[in-house]
């Protein structure tokens, strides 16, 4: 791998629209530069993206918990998801904190989408829930059509990888 094959790889293509995204948390410098730092390292290791998505919207499940400050719902959030090999990485930066998640593609066991109307002349909201074999679940939320096309992407992608 050349050089120039590292810094355009799509774990840095990756890296780079987290960062950029990250801005609008308007999160401390320290914790700000420590999650740019740790994706990028990670984007280091992991250049060959199988498939990524990005949103500004994360579920409210994420922050339930004493783990999350309050505020973490109400603030600006970002969530990331990356599969590399057998491996999906999920990266969610709120208020005030980080989380990162790996898990085998192969734990993923079922995978749910729902589509709700809130009320009427409200945009649709498509929730997308990938249930692993061990307890937990991967949630991803878009109120926007461009978003929720960007779901469907992925989730099309992820079937393929998953020979789905």
């Given at each position: 791998m050349t050089a120039e094959t590292a810094i355009n790889s799509p774990?840095?293509?990756?890296?780079?629209?987290?960062?950029?995204?990250?801005?609008?948390?308007?999160l401390q410098g320290g914790i700000h530069r420590r999650i740019e730092n740790l994706v990028n390292d990670w984007a280091a290791e992991h250049p060959n993206l199988r498939a990524s998505y990005l949103s500004r919207e994360v579920d409210a499940s994420y922050f339930q918990g004493e783990d999350c400050p309050p505020e973490a719902l109400s603030r600006p959030k970002l969530q990331g998801i990356a599969v590399e090999g057998d491996r999906m990485?999920?990266?969610?930066?709120?208020?005030?904190?980080?989380?990162?998640?790996?898990?085998?593609?192969?734990?993923?066991v079922h995978?749910?989408?729902?589509?709700?109307?809130?009320?009427?002349?409200?945009?649709?909201?498509?929730?997308?829930?990938?249930?692993?074999?061990?307890?937990?679940?991967?949630?991803?939320?878009?109120?926007?059509?461009e978003q929720q096309d960007l779901i469907q992407d992925f989730l099309t992608r992820l079937r393929y990888l998953k020979g789905w």
């Open positions: 774990g840095r293509e990756f890296a780079r629209k987290f960062g950029n995204t990250l801005v609008e948390l308007q990485y999920e990266f969610v930066a709120f208020s005030h904190g980080f989380r990162r998640d790996v898990a085998s593609l192969d734990s993923i995978v749910q989408e729902t589509w709700l109307e809130p009320k009427p002349d409200e945009p649709f909201v498509l929730r997308v829930a990938f249930y692993h074999t061990f307890p937990a679940a991967t949630i991803l939320l878009a109120t926007t059509g």
